[in-house]
């Protein structure tokens, strides 16, 4: 392969779907990852994560030639970085994978070419990696184009998304914006939107906020609901015949790597501000346990009445429904505290999206349901809601899988 175009550092669940997609372009591209398996899994063609369609646009981009990888940076035109951004501490956010990828590439920097990070940042992050950049590298001030570009796809759907989503580019002068812009309209059908660094870091932090405070409405409901002896699901149906009403749905909690994470990195900058935001997080941390705790008061209540510990089905593992993905589940909290609280009661773990689990012992759904005397439903992933449940059942339904005439 010549010189490739694009050095994409970070090879996972955006980095690798966005190295393939732009490879499919018949551009040249070198992935970059610090996991030598990584490396070696993308180099024979295959993948090393779920997600739909991705094998394919893989395979297709290193039998073509257009796409490999290694542990090292190489000298290309454009640099992506899109590595994780975790936490350190008490939620404070931790640029620092940022920063290795950003110092393993600056002296392959050369007049001309376009930095851009992807990955989800703290305000102000852009600015830092370029004053770092132009501390080791100052005859090169002025002379690059540096910008941040947050992704917004969803996992499950992110082949689709990379190129029709509409996108937001800040760069840190309007000619770094331009050039970006420039950049991705090779790949994106969406409309780009231009603004500055700092906003467009914002915009992806606010995004999944929004969504995370708008999700804490449905669970604080569902709490009150439970208190009221109101059917929560019938409630926000009915509300949301409203034309301005639009309630999302409760659940067992709120998980995954993006809302649950991203609002905390305005929180911990801005406490004294922020204070929706972080009530959120806490109602919708607070959502899981309450699930747990109903589980126990359900299990004791059945004891006292029937003589008898009861058994039960746990439905569901995954972070949302229908997909594969375990992390950062509220579900598998859910089940890990359930299980820690009394270990040896009877219990049906289920979860349809995958065989086996390294820690729990799973039961197909269809046995769970009849053998069990509690059924907690915890992720609603579609084989549960065509599921017919006896009478006699104890049903705790944390999100809305069974089907009520009036809903
Ligand atoms: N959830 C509810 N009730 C709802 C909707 C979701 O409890 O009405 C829960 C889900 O069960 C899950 C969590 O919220 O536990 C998050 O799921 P999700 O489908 O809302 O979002 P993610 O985490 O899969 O993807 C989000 C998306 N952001 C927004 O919708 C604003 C996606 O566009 C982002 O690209 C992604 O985060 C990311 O990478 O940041």
């Known amino acids: 392969m010549n010189q490739p175009e694009v050095v994409m550092i970070g090879l996972g669940y955006i980095g690798l779907p966005t190295a393939a997609l732009i490879a499919q372009n018949e551009v040249n591209v070198h992935g970059v990852d610090i996991n030598p398996k990584v490396v070696e899994t993308i180099n024979k063609g295959e993948i090393h994560i779920v997600e739909p369609e991705l094998d394919s646009a893989v395979e297709t981009a290193v039998k073509n030639g257009y ?11 454009n640099y992506l970085i899109v590595v994780p951004t975790p936490f350190k501490g008490k939620n404070e956010p931790d640029i620092s994978f940022v920063e290795a990828a950003t110092l393993g590439i600056i002296p392959l920097l050369k007049e001309g070419d376009l930095y851009i990070i992807e990955s989800t940042s703290p305000i102000g992050t852009t600015e830092k990696m370029r004053d770092l950049i132009y501390q080791k590298r100052p005859e ?3 002379k690059l184009f540096l910008a941040y570009c947050p992704e917004r796809v969803l996992p499950g759907n992110v082949m689709y998304e990379l190129v029709h989503n509409d996108r ?3 760069g840190i ?9 420039s950049f991705y309209s090779n790949y994106v059908k969406g409309k780009l939107h231009r603004t500055n660094a700092r906003t467009a870091e914002m915009c992806k932090l606010v995004e999944n906020s929004s969504r995370d405070v708008q999700i804490a409405f449905a669970n604080e409901l569902s709490l009150i609901c439970d208190k ?3 059917n929560v699901w019938e409630l926000i149906n009915l509300a949301n015949k409203h034309p301005r009403v639009n309630i999302l749905q409760p659940g067992c909690g709120v998980g995954g790597h993006c809302i649950a994470v991203d609002p905390y990195f305005i929180v911990s900058e801005y406490p004294m501000e922020s204070k929706i935001i ?10 899981s346990f309450w699930c747990a705790e109903k589980i126990q008061n359900a299990k004791l209540k059945f004891e006292l009445e029937y003589g008898r510990k009861p058994k039960v089905a746990l439905m569901g593992l995954a972070f949302k429904p229908n997909i594969d993905d375990l992390r950062e589940s509220p579900a598998k909290y859910i089940v890990n505290k359930v ?8 219990y049906f773990i289920v979860e ?7 820690v729990f012992k799973l039961t197909n759904y269809n046995e769970a349901i009849e053998k069990a005397d509690v059924i907690a439903f915890l992720v609603a992933h579609e084989e549960f809601k065509q599921m017919k449940l006896d009478k006699d059942k104890v049903v705790l339904d944390f999100c809305g899988v069974i089907k009520n005439e009036n809903i």
């Open 67 to 77: 796409l490999r990888a290694s542990t090292k940076a190489v000298t290309a035109n």
């Open 140 to 142: 090169l001030r002025d």
């Open 228 to 230: 009221a002896e109101i």
């Open 339 to 346: 299980l820690q609280n009394d270990s040896n009661g009877e």
């Open 168 to 170: 937001v580019i800040g």
């Open 173 to 181: 002068d309007e000619k770094s914006t331009d050039k970006a812009i």
């Open 278 to 287: 972080g009530t959120a997080r806490e109602v919708n941390n607070y959502k």
């Open 352 to 358: 349809p999206n995958i065989e086996e689990h390294n």
